[in-house]
């Protein structure tokens, strides 16, 4: 009984807040409204107690992802993460070892060919999921959320060039998976223009158009945009793309700004990334 009055209640919370932030768009969308949300929210469904949604590496963070923008672009070095080279190495044998073609066959009929998965998404007890949970990057993402962080999936992707249109990652679109929400994409090889960098719009400009079309931060109505339609709401030159060497990264709240995966043109592109959300998400993943 209690549960279903707690799964009433949630489901009450997720259509309010969404109706309200489609209705108000961009002005609802802001700083107090979202922590107010996200405090009734945790309350409400989830069955952790307060102390365990407290984070816990925050007041290690050497850096911050200033709440205008919802991004934040550095390196390995600068932010102090271990253990890349091991990583990154374990990386590229991956990349030489694995059977590319059987890969290819496997993800050709599903909604995102053009990417393969090197490594398991979930998490487990390997050295990917090692590097993701390290402190120094918790403590960033936890100084962003205000509350615990989980490491819900890391990647090991080649995004490889394909023909046809852009599809799913290709086209603009916001993640659904919480209020706030951090993903990094860390690059294991240079990255250029001709590879599809990954592609974003600061959330000061993304913003201004959360009310205008689909249902706000629901995945399965949300349409997904391309750079046509993207440039007559938000001029190219608010657009950020992320190319440069081996080592650099960008974390960004995926759920505030509107990205993509650029089509790779000749080159295949080669990324770590990882996805963090709080302990009690809004969509669970299977
Ligand atoms: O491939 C990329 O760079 C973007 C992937 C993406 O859109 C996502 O992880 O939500």
Not at 130 to 135: E, G, I, K, L, W
Not at 220 to 244: C, H, Q
Request: aromatic fraction near 12%.
């Amino acid at each position: 009984m209690v549960r279903i009055f707690m799964l009433s209640l949630r489901r009450l919370a997720i259509t309010t807040f969404d109706k309200s932030q489609y209705l108000l768009g961009a002005h609802i969308a802001n700083w107090p409204f979202e922590q107010l949300m996200c405090f009734f929210w945790r309350r409400l469904v989830s069955s952790s107690s307060a102390e365990s949604i407290q984070p816990t590496a925050i007041s290690h963070a050497i850096a911050e992802i200033p709440e205008a923008t919802k991004y934040l672009a550095s390196n390995v070095k600068t932010l102090g993460l271990r253990d890349f080279a091991e990583m990154s190495a374990a990386a590229h044998r991956l990349l030489e070892t694995s059977d590319l073609e059987a890969l290819k066959k496997k993800k050709a009929d599903g909604p995102n060919p053009y990417k393969l998965d090197l490594v398991d998404p979930a998490p487990g007890p390997d050295l990917f999921t090692a590097f993701a949970n390290q402190p120094a990057l918790i403590a960033i993402v936890e100084r962003y959320l205000g509350v615990k962080a989980r490491l819900y999936e890391k990647y090991v992707w080649l995004d490889i060039p394909l023909e046809g249109e852009a599809t799913t990652t290709q086209l603009w679109h916001r993640d659904p998976d919480d209020f706030r929400g951090i993903k990094i994409f860390l690059h294991l090889d240079e990255v250029t223009e001709e590879k599809g960098p990954f592609t974003f719009i600061p959330a000061q400009h993304s913003k201004k158009i959360y009310g205008l079309f689909g249902r706000f931060r629901r995945y399965a109505t949300n349409r997904r945009l391309n750079d046509e339609e993207m440039a007559s709401y938000i001029p190219e030159e608010f657009w950020v793309k992320r190319m440069g060497p081996v080592g650099e990264l960008v974390l960004v709240d995926t759920m505030a700004c509107f990205h993509k995966g650029e089509k790779p043109k000749k080159k295949p592109r080669f990324l770590f990334s990882a996805a963090y959300t709080s302990v009690s998400p809004r969509v669970e993943w299977k």
